[in-house]
């Protein structure tokens, strides 16, 4: 229930969104301008990285930074739905468990 809660009413976090990331995660991993970027939408329950590569994209490699960047400067709705889609995907395949 505190899902439905989050994303309909309260408007805290959306369906499809960055991820919500720690203060010492967002400090050690972005750049002040990233970081100005990756605050300026809400964060998602899912992502392009989570339902994209979730393991095998980190901090460490820089992957995980790529695609949250990526998709704050791309989002729209064709690019939530297949988002969408690749975490039901994702999900009922057990993928990046």
């Given at each position: 229930?505190?899902?439905?809660y989050?994303?309909l009413?309260k408007?805290d976090?959306?369906?499809?969104?960055p991820r919500?990331?720690?203060?010492?995660e967002l400090?050690e991993?972005?750049?002040?301008?990233q970081?100005?970027?990756?605050?300026?939408?809400?964060?998602?329950?899912?992502?392009?990285?989570?339902a994209?590569?979730?393991?095998?994209?980190?901090?460490?490699?820089?992957?995980?930074q790529q695609?949250?960047?990526w998709?704050v400067?791309?989002?729209?709705?064709?690019v939530?739905l297949?988002?969408?889609?690749?975490t039901?995907?994702a999900?009922?395949k057990k993928?990046g468990?």
């Amino acid at each position: 229930m505190q899902i439905p809660y989050n994303v309909l009413i309260k408007n805290d976090i959306r369906l499809v969104g960055p991820r919500p990331i720690l203060a010492d995660e967002l400090s050690e991993n972005y750049t002040p301008a990233q970081q100005k970027l990756l605050l300026s939408v809400k964060p998602g329950l899912t992502g392009y990285w989570q339902a994209y590569a979730r393991n095998d994209a980190t901090y460490e490699d820089g992957k995980r930074q790529q695609m949250e960047l990526w998709y704050v400067q791309n989002r729209s709705l064709w690019v939530d739905l297949k988002i969408i889609f690749a975490t039901v995907k994702a999900v009922l395949k057990k993928s990046g468990v």
